[in-house]
DNA sequence: TCTGGGGTCCTAGGACCC
DNA sequence: TCTGGGGTCCTAGGACCC
């Protein structure tokens, strides 16, 4: 019995979610910026038509955004992850097999519904998830995951689809896929689509029609599959348990370089210690901690720096962490460079029953394991950082702290900020 | 002056073992 | 002691995603 997949999209997800708590916003150009404020990182309708690009830098924009009153958020990701947890929530009401893709895509499975009218369908999800968490999302249906995020994008652009359209309602692909541009399939970014373009090949049909074994030699089996799919015959399927992590990443862009030791110690110590969470969230322990330094890369002779520990016994106890990602940065660490980001990477990690010990060891592991989970349950409970690590800086100013200057407030997670009816 | 953060998968090549 | 071939594992780098 063929397929039927679903893609549900949030347009304009951050967008959407200051919308949602802060109407004057509606209709208006509105653009959320990344850490630090740096590039324009969700745009609303209006912002991308008057011509805002996707990760654009502020600084290079400013000139738009005071011509057209642009309305500009710093990211409010507290916000948007509950509002995230809200959506999925909902779809997970409307269709018996999901998988949670991305903050803001989940990808469906329609197949008990396919006698049914699915556009009709779409559009009860749509209506469903607005009524109950106010955002605007839009549905692409098709037999294959690539025409189904391929039906969504064309869901979003026309003005008729009114935000779903169903690939399986037509004989032929044929005039679609030749209406699409090769970059915007899932799958061909930017370098494939300039090596495709030099060769001529444009559009998605030629792409789909194309001989095998090139697109295998150029691509390997990515190439195979994108082309499996592009004809119908799904090679990806839905994947309802989140697999577990392979590596948790950390890092941070300063706001200024910086080259002194003892503020990048601090900012280490951090970023081991959010990883911790992270890591005890999955109920995981690494082995491998990797610290890593970056000079400016937008200026000459940028650089960069990795320095792998191996840990002696794999953990993930926030004062080991800390400590061995000291270790790194000692080594990593070169007098006399700015710095403009540094982060951790945790690897190896693997669930943290039983944990493989070394005759060595001669730390107490099943007290460090109360203690961590003390820690996060009151973090959890008072907020985070309520309780920390000296390491991680007893200033409140920090030269390595983010900035966020036009955050809105947690409307949704925290008491204090929660919205007035006036 | 000012340019995000966190992931995945695949492949080629080297190390190592039998 | 020398030699060949094949399998497996690991890693780095390149591509992609949101």
Not at 65 to 77: A, F, T
Not at 301 to 327: C, K, Q, W, Y
Not at 336 to 355: F, M, N, S
Not at 359 to 386: E, P, V
């Amino acid at each position: 019995m063929p397929k039927v997949f679903a893609i549900v999209d949030c347009n304009n997800f951050y967008v959407s979610c200051e919308r949602v708590f802060n109407p004057t916003l509606n209709g208006k150009p509105v653009i959320i910026l990344s850490n630090n404020d740096g590039c324009a990182v969700s745009r609303s309708n209006e912002a991308k038509t008057i011509g805002i690009q996707m990760a654009a830098p502020v600084f290079k924009i400013r000139h738009i955004i005071k011509k057209y009153d642009v309305q500009v958020l710093s990211s409010n990701y507290a916000l948007y992850g509950d509002m995230s947890q809200r959506v999925m929530e909902t779809l997970s009401g409307l269709v018996p097999n999901m998988e949670i893709y991305s903050i803001d895509e989940a990808f469906l499975d329609l197949s008990a519904f396919r006698k049914q009218d699915l556009i009709e369908y779409g559009r009860k999800i749509q209506k469903t998830v607005r009524q109950w968490t106010g955002i605007p999302v839009s549905v692409g249906i098709a037999p294959t995951k690539t025409l189904a995020k391929l039906a969504n994008h064309i869901a979003k652009k026309s003005h008729t689809a009114k935000g779903v359209v169903n690939l399986l309602a037509l004989s032929s692909l044929d005039s679609i896929l030749e209406k699409t541009n090769i970059e915007d399939l899932w799958g061909i970014g930017h370098r494939y689509g300039k090596f495709f373009n030099a060769h001529d090949i444009r559009n998605a049909r030629q792409l789909r029609d194309l001989n095998e074994t090139f697109i295998k030699s150029k691509m390997g089996v990515m190439g195979t599959r994108l082309q499996q799919e592009l004809k119908g015959i799904p090679c990806y399927h839905l994947e309802y348990q989140p697999a577990p992590k392979q590596g948790i990443t950390v890092s941070r862009t300063f706001q200024k370089e910086i080259s002194n030791f003892d503020d990048l110690d601090s900012a280490i110590a951090n970023y081991a210690s959010r990883a911790g969470e992270k890591l005890r969230l999955e109920n995981a322990v690494a082995q491998i901690i990797v610290v890593f330094l970056l000079t400016n890369r937008f200026r000459e002779n940028g650089h960069v720096s990795f320095e792998t520990v191996r840990m002696p016994v794999a953990t993930s106890d926030t004062a080991e962490l800390i400590h061995f990602a000291g270790e790194g940065l000692r080594m990593a660490f070169k007098k006399g460079r700015l710095y403009k980001k540094a982060g951790i990477i945790l690897k190896a990690i693997t669930p943290d029953k039983p944990i493989q010990a070394t005759l060595f060891d001669t730390k107490d592991r099943s007290r460090s394991g109360k203690l961590m989970q003390a820690l996060d349950t009151i973090n959890h409970r008072m907020g985070c950082n309520t309780l920390k690590y000296a390491a991680t800086g007893l200033s409140p100013k920090q030269k390595w702290q983010t900035i966020f200057n036009y955050r809105s407030p947690a409307y949704t997670t925290n008491w204090q900020q929660l919205p007035g009816v006036v």
